[in-house]
């Protein structure tokens, strides 16, 4: 990739069905490209107060992952990543539709979040983007998952193309909310032009001391005005919202979300045992497993241009925007849409 693309990237984390697992589908089916409209599509839902219930622990890697666990332990396997400052209920709609199509989804908490913990005191609080693959490839060994559809929005998106890229024989397909989002620290430490460098003002917050005392006083404030700014169509209530804080009173979630912006930045000390890695994802490696991008028309948090990325993807590959004032948080926003788009990469 050249540095005026890479620029561009830049500027622009026990099975039960829930009571949504009965909804209704129907047929009308997605365009493969183009618009797509948020309220259509083959699966037709709408967004609800569905909690996962209780969730199921396991050690894996570093950690004890606290997931979701759905549908028949048979289906095919498939995992949905969050991201910040979001948790696992982005998917608690989408989630169970698939588990009534009879996959097997899986929708953990990164480390930082919710019940996930660090099995031991003494291990780095470390963010930067390999470590959190290499959680999800942990978490895959522990559960006995050799291959999964990989869907992922914001953190959770950077992770499916990290694993897509480096693990591709542990990809069966993926689903990627605003595209290709692999970084480099190199670049991050790069000027951008002043207006990608107000939308990632928070980013620069955290940089200072002030910004990480700011979070850790205000965690939920501050989460909530990102939900405002990066969907600003959204009329989420206090009810959806407190759902997904809850999983930021996490005793490692400040540290966790600091240290991802500041090692973007350079700011922050990577661990050298991820070294090989990055050097491989600072190369901006294309992916060639089946892939359908997504990206809403209200974005509202910094994104890539999808025709920066399209040529990331050198296997079979659709991008979709989905419209309807839909923001950042897609696979909540939209849920349909995104249970659709897993569904049919499957099919690829």
């Known amino acids: 990739m050249d540095e005026v693309s890479a620029f561009k990237l830049i500027d622009h984390s026990r099975r039960r069905f829930i009571a949504a697992a009965a909804m209704t589908m129907t047929a009308f089916g997605f365009a493969k490209n183009g618009p797509v409209a ?3 599509g083959a699966i037709m839902a709408k967004a609800t107060q569905n909690s996962f219930g209780s969730l199921d622990q396991i050690d894996a890697g570093d950690l004890s992952v606290g997931f979701a666990d759905l549908g028949p332990a048979e289906g095919t396997p498939v995992l949905l990543l969050h991201g ?4 696992i209920h982005c998917y608690s709609d989408a989630a169970p539709l698939l588990a009534a199509k009879g996959y097997r989804v899986i929708v953990p908490y990164l480390r930082g979040y919710g019940s996930t913990r660090f099995l031991s005191n003494e ?3 470390n963010a ?5 693959a290499v959680d999800t490839i942990a978490l895959m060994d522990a559960l006995g998952i050799d291959k ?4 992922g929005c914001d953190w959770g998106a950077r992770t499916a193309n990290i694993i897509a890229a480096l693990w ?3 990809c ?10 692999i970084g480099s620290q190199q670049l991050g430490r790069m000027p951008l032009p002043p207006q990608a460098e107000l939308q990632w003002w928070y980013q620069y917050y955290f940089a200072t001391d002030r910004g990480r005392d700011g979070y850790a006083q205000h965690t939920r404030d501050f989460a909530r005005l990102i939900w405002q700014l990066a969907s600003p169509s959204w009329a989420f209530d206090e009810a959806t919202f407190n759902r997904s804080a809850a999983a930021f009173d996490n005793p490692d979630h400040v540290a966790i979300v600091v240290h991802n912006y500041r090692w973007r930045l350079g700011l922050a000390e990577a661990e050298s045992k991820y070294d090989h890695l990055e050097r491989t994802l600072a190369t901006f490696p294309t992916i060639a497993v089946p892939t359908i991008t997504l990206e809403s028309d209200a974005n509202g948090a910094p994104h890539p241009n999808p025709d920066v990325y399209a040529k990331k ?7 979709r925007l989905i419209e309807g004032g839909i923001g950042h948080n897609l696979p909540q926003e939209a849920l349909q849409a995104f249970a659709q788009a897993v569904i049919d990469v499957d099919n690829f």
Do not use: C, E, N
């Open 313 to 319: 993807f050198s296997g079979k590959y659709v991008h």
């Open 84 to 87: 910040w400052p979001y948790d």
């Open 123 to 125: 291990t780095v609080r």
């Open 168 to 170: 591709p024989q542990r």
């Open 148 to 151: 999964a559809i990989i869907g």
């Open 172 to 181: 069966k397909a993926m689903v990627s909310v605003s595209g290709y989002l």
């Open 38 to 40: 948020a309220t259509s």
């Open 128 to 132: 930067q983007q390999s470590a959190i």
